[in-house]
């Protein structure tokens, strides 16, 4: 089931919220798109990965066990022409290891052949040879070495007013590793040319202009040599944000060894193995609240587990510690967090960004205060959320569209929430065999766009332009990994020139072809370059349409509606003649624009205060949850999501991000799990990182409800990573109403939850 | 080039032959010896369904199917599926059930068979039918939307 | 797989000849292998298709059942799903729709993991493995109870050249219940955690006839004859606590990647005590 609520279609808006089919729906049915691993290309061989076999060591040699196997051709870091380091915010992510390896399936050492059996016999002839070190893996010996970064935020002193505090909570809350199991494992295809861009790489992925900037980085090439091109995206969930640029460097290395186009194409098990997962993350809160719940002080520390190597880690760490105090109101805050070391694979982006950790850390934590002191989940967050005009711990006050009670409301009313929530309470010593029911709350906010002055520093542009067949070519560098961007940004587009969707090209990202609008991250694409685009093509609209005012004054000023060009008379020429003949007289049409941040106060990234995020997009969930008391199996029932998204573009869209994102929240909350041993994943396969199945999802009750950002396309807000927030904290409060079982470590797996027992047990 | 014997199947209604090795898997024998590249390889092991055709009739996971098993037999894959259902195509289209479209031909094929064996179905039974097929974007509300929506 | 069908005999002659030629009918298991180990495979002889191996018939006081019969077959069958409500409840919970198409009863048996669904059902339901294999110019058959063939991890009876034709099962007596428990990783499309299966009957409130097996509590498959023992005889409530506190003494279950040994140890006797408490108290 879903609904939308308060999304009433603006009376002189065509396009913007209305839900009209995305126009790659049937070949992506049809099986006719075009993935990764799909495109044809003659004369293509395969590469293959050599991966370390243990976490740390000192890589004394690579080589061929015995002859090199026919044809096959091997590339280590000896053969790398540039600096062995994928630029990202760093350079520190090795290539290729080189001297030490630092965690398992760390990349060794890259082979090719003519066909995909062939490389992988050629990658077992690889012999490698290492010495091994002692490793890091537990969190409190990573601890006592030097963090990969810290971080501290924070508004007056909580430490005063915890000391004087009558009532001070403390809890302690871990969240474990995510796989981002994006259905299409990650593929790149690389070719050198003679003459032209020199290499030229193609694949899935979220940011074509990162794969290139790393590309021109490890090649030492200039930008123009280097093209990159996304194929369709089979998922990317920030999963094919970093990690594409290591395979794009890794499939350019062999086919410039081998002199032909070269695709690389992971299995599941290696994608599992290789790519960047979620951080884990353990979170100390302690709070100081007075006897009505509300918060006075709060002290957060928050770790994350970086792995080896920091990719992106610091703007992880960064986005957690200004979401950590959650979507709340409190005078007196500090958090403080740090990346740890360890020797597993570098940990990196994912739906959330960090954010999802600390809303599982606050909102256990609000439940802990609310178990104290007897104050129900409902009643608790309406005292201390956030309401327009507060402050957030970085002194920026929330602005009008803050929206955390009005999406309280929406979820308790449709779930009688604080009744059937004392009901399922007090039932739960009942134990008489048969499933017990629970409900569990959680409120969250998510910060839209790049965190800090990240978009002020990209100053990123997209650009339109007329194309000789009178349509307007919008370019920008946003891929579609199924999020909708492609029927979005035609709605956008559509309505801010005033033009039909026929009347729009929309060219493939491609680095030949279009800006650097900046990478499909974020919850940025919609609300900050959909803000571009429907400047540049308004402004290409415009243009037209004064110059058609111009050769016929007496019907001036000219309008542009529905495709056509109107004059004041009532007359109109479609769109397209009339650009058709702004092109006979001249060169081109072209309007290229770049960020403008809002006026107002900077984002002050030394001392972490000012405005953070332009603004935030606002949500709550209640599960409903059914435990069976022998195995303590949980099966989510229902939830009921409200989610306060500015203005959906597209309903339907905007609700099935909502939805699949809550599913991924529950699935982190409750099934999947990564075990380590050694460093090595014991998960690696979908035979054992458990995902939800049809089976294993609720139902899903979505009310969208709107309250325009100003600075957005027709007042839509980032919304891509909002539902990642609040699904796992829910379903964990709903176990703890169905069961009184207290879990404070996600996944909630019945064995996780049997330890709860057995401790519940022996306290008694 | 190969000591293997020729294995003639009907493919899509057409007749094949592949000379391939007769432990070569379905998947890739329609993927790179046909073109036939709608079948999707999601884990190589029975687990996400992206791969899932119709073997005579019923739907099996071409990643487990030996290509030697298939002689004499018939193989439907999602590309000729989608032209026999094109109502299935614009209704997950419609309702949401496509996002990055990974999963989307073998969820696909699986609600063709779905709507053949029970045009009526409950959402228990969907969810039932689709429990081999993994969609990790829309959290299934948006494929179930596609059968659900319309039923009256 | 190359000559595909054949006939059996000559399939069981090979079997027993061709070093590293391994039989497959639905394939999914053993088909499930990396893209190193699938570069390195051998030969598989396809079992498939012969006559011998198929069908499911009443015949006497047994019902036989082809090794090549899949799941979904069984679940479809109104013999099977008369007398072997237990075999189908465990049939519907095997993989997913795709997987049960394609994955058989012989395979499940076959393959030999402690954690396959059916065989817990084989064992609480008596069943007999019939094989065959070549002698001379004779396909000779063999009977094993089933509570024989899993003789240790991943290890069966079979011999050399030996191949599962299919399986007989005694009719139930009349009143004998059957029940069936699958704890998965999650709601479907799972590999069990802890899988019970329990056929029995009470007369005046006592359990009259047990018989309970579990899977995933150790190297094979086993029938729980402690906990039979210790509540035949019992009333309901007492003899459930009885079995659910015996099978977990007569156990041995270990850390997984899927789950704990403590778990599993505990959820075992809760699960046996729930089956068993479930049982009609006088079935007359």
């Known amino acids: 089931m879903y609904r939308w609520g308060g999304c009433s279609k603006l009376a002189e808006l065509t396009y913007i919220g209305t839900s009209p089919p995305r126009p790659d729906g049937p070949a992506k049915a049809s099986g006719l798109s075009q993935y990764a691993d799909d495109v044809a290309v003659a004369g293509l061989w395969f590469g293959e990965t050599v991966r370390s076999p243990v976490a740390h060591g000192r890589l004394r040699s690579v080589g061929w066990r015995r ?137 899935s992925m979220q940011c074509p202009y990162y794969v290139h900037k790393s590309m021109v980085h490890a090649f030492g090439l200039p930008e123009e040599a280097v093209r990159v091109r996304a194929d369709a995206i089979g998922g990317g969930f920030g999963g094919k944000e970093d990690y594409p640029s290591l395979i794009a460097i890794h499939a350019a290395l062999l086919a410039r060894a081998v002199e032909r186009p070269v695709r690389i194409v992971y299995d599941r098990q290696q994608d599992i193995i290789g790519t960047t997962k979620r951080h884990p993350a353990t979170m100390r809160y302690r709070s100081a609240v007075d006897a009505e719940g509300r918060l006075l002080a709060l002290d957060v520390l928050v770790e994350l587990d970086g792995g080896a190597f920091t990719t992106l880690s610091k703007v992880v760490l960064s986005r957690a510690l200004l979401h950590a105090a959650g979507p709340y109101r409190c005078p007196e805050v500090r958090v403080r967090g740090r990346v740890l070391r360890t020797h597993t694979a570098p940990n990196g982006a994912f739906r959330g960004f960090g954010a999802p950790q600390v809303a599982f850390g606050i909102e256990r934590h609000m439940d802990a205060i609310g178990r104290r002191l007897g104050i129900d989940p409902l009643t608790l967050r309406q005292r201390n959320a956030l309401v327009p005009g507060d402050r957030l711990p970085t002194g920026q006050i929330v602005d009008e569209s803050t929206s955390a009670l009005a999406c309280l409301e929406s979820v308790a009313r449709r779930t009688d929430f604080v009744t059937r929530w004392t009901e399922y309470q007090a039932a739960q010593t009942e134990t008489n065999g048969t499933p017990q029911r629970g409900l569990g709350l959680s409120l969250y906010f998510h910060g839209a766009g790049f965190t800090g002055n990240g ?185 009921a999501v409200a989610a306060e998204v500015g203005r959906a573009i597209h309903p339907r869209l905007c609700i099935g991000q909502i939805e699949g994102g809550t599913l991924q929240a529950v699935g982190w909350g409750l099934l999947e799990e990564i075990k380590l041993d050694q460093g090595r994943y014991l998960n690696d396969r979908l035979a054992t990182y458990i995902i939800p199945t049809a089976m294993d999802a609720p139902d899903l009750d979505v009310e969208l409800l709107e309250a325009a950002f100003p600075d957005g396309p027709f007042g839509a807000k980032g919304i891509g990573e909002l539902p990642m927030d609040g699904g796992a904290p829910a379903v964990v409060a709903a176990i703890e109403n169905a069961t009184g079982l207290v879990v404070d470590e996600i996944p909630a797996t019945p064995e996780r939850l049997f330890a709860a027992q057995m401790r519940e047990r022996s306290d008694d | 080039m190969t000591d293997h014997p020729t294995l003639a199947f009907e493919v899509n209604g057409e007749a094949r032959e592949c000379n391939a090795s007769p432990e070569m898997r379905l998947l890739d024998c329609l993927r790179y010896d046909f073109g036939l590249t709608g079948s999707k390889e999601g884990c190589g092991e029975g687990e996400c369904g992206a791969c899932t055709v119709l073997l005579d009739g019923q739907p099996v996971l071409s990643c487990l199917v030996p290509v030697g098993q298939c002689a004499g037999r018939r193989v439907e894959t999602v590309e000729a599926i989608a032209e026999k259902d094109p109502e299935l195509v614009e209704r997950m289209t419609e309702t949401g059930g496509i996002q990055c479209g990974a999963c989307t031909p073998g969820i696909v094929v699986t609600l063709y068979s779905l709507r053949q064996a029970n045009p009526e179905a409950s959402r228990e039974e969907i969810r039932r039918a689709l429990a081999g097929n993994l969609c990790r974007c829309t959290g299934y509300e948006g494929i179930f939307r596609a059968l659900e929506d319309g039923h009256g | 797989m190359a000559e595909r069908c054949g006939s059996l005999l000559e399939a069981c002659r090979r079997l027993a000849t061709e070093p590293g030629l391994r039989p497959i009918l639905g394939g999914t298991d053993l088909m499930v292998a990396s893209p190193h180990e699938r570069a390195r495979q051998g030969r598989w002889l396809d079992l498939s298709c012969f006559d011998e191996m198929r069908g499911i018939a009443e015949r006497g006081g047994s019902v036989w059942i082809g090794a090549a019969t899949t799941f979904t077959a069984l679940q479809a069958d109104a013999s099977i799903r008369r007398h072997f409500p237990a075999l189908v409840a465990a049939a519907s919970e095997v993989g997913g729709w795709q997987i049960q198409n394609r994955a058989t009863l012989g395979g499940n048996v076959a393959n030999a993991s402690p954690a396959g669904d059916s065989l817990p059902v084989l064992a609480v339901l008596e069943a007999v493995v019939v094989l065959g294999s070549a002698a001379g110019d004779r396909l000779v058959e063999r009977r094993v109870p089933y509570a024989g063939f899993h003789v240790g991890y991943r290890a069966t009876a079979l011999a050399p050249g030996e191949v599962i034709l299919g399986f007989e099962l005694p009719l139930p007596g009349p009143g004998l219940e059957q029940r069936f428990q699958k704890v998965g990783t999650r709601q479907a499309q799972a590999i069990s955690k802890v899988v019970v299966a329990l056929a029995g009957r009470c007369a005046g409130g006592r359990v009259q006839t047990l018989r309970l097996a579990a899977g995933s509590v150790a190297a094979t498959p086993v029938r729980l004859r402690q906990a039979e023992s210790a509540a035949v005889g019992l009333e309901l409530a007492a003899a459930a606590e009885a079995a659910g506190s015996a099978a977990r003494q007569e156990t041995t279950p270990i850390d997984d990647v899927r789950s704990t040994a403590a778990y599993r140890s505990a959820v075992l006797g809760r699960v046996v005590r729930r089956l068993v408490l479930s049982l009609t108290p006088d079935s007359e």
């Open chain 1, 67 to 203: 002859a090199a196997p026919p044809g096959a051709v091997l590339v280590t870091a000896a053969d790398l022409p540039g600096p062995n380091g994928v630029q990202l915010i760093d350079d520190g992510w090795p290539i290729l290891a080189e001297g030490t390896v630092e965690h398992v399936g760390q990349a060794v050492a890259l082979v090719a052949a003519p066909s995909r059996r062939a490389a992988v016999l050629a990658a077992a002839e690889v012999e490698v040879d290492i010495e091994e070190l002692p490793p890091v893996f537990d969190l409190s010996e990573a601890r006592r070495q030097p963090s990969l970064y810290e971080l501290e935020l924070g508004l007056g002193d909580p430490e005063a007013v915890l000391d004087q505090a009558e009532t001070v909570v403390e809890g302690e809350y871990r969240t474990g590793h995510q796989e981002h199991i994006y259905i299409e494992c990650q593929g790149m295809t690389a070719r050198w040319h003679p003459s032209g861009p020199r290499v030229e790489v193609s694949g």
């Open chain 1, 455 to 639: 978009e002020r520093r990209m100053n990123s542009p997209a650009s339109a332009r007329l194309t000789p067949e009178g349509r307007i070519a919008v370019l920008s560098a946003m891929t579609d990994m199924g999020q909708g961007a492609v029927i979005v940004f035609r709605q956008i587009a559509g309505e801010a020139a005033g033009v039909t969707f026929d009347d729009l090209e929309f060219p493939e990202p491609d680095t030949n072809e279009v800006p650097n609008s900046g990478p499909t991250v974020a919850s940025r694409t919609t609300m900050i370059v959909g803000q571009l685009v429907a400047r540049a093509v308004r402004e290409v609209s415009a243009q037209v349409a004064d110059w058609w005012g111009e050769q016929q004054p007496a019907a001036s000023p000219y309008t542009v509606k529905d495709g056509r060009v109107v004059g004041q008379d009532g007359r109109s020429t479609p769109f397209a003649a009339v650009a058709r003949s702004y092109l006979e007289v001249h060169d081109a049409l072209e309007v290229t624009v770049r960020h403008q941040p809002a006026p107002g106060p900077v984002f002050d990234e030394t001392t972490y205060q000012g405005p953070a995020y332009p603004t935030y997009a606002w949500g709550a969930d209640i599960a409903e949850v059914e435990v069976d008391p022998d195995t303590l199996a949980v099966r989510p029932l229902r939830m």
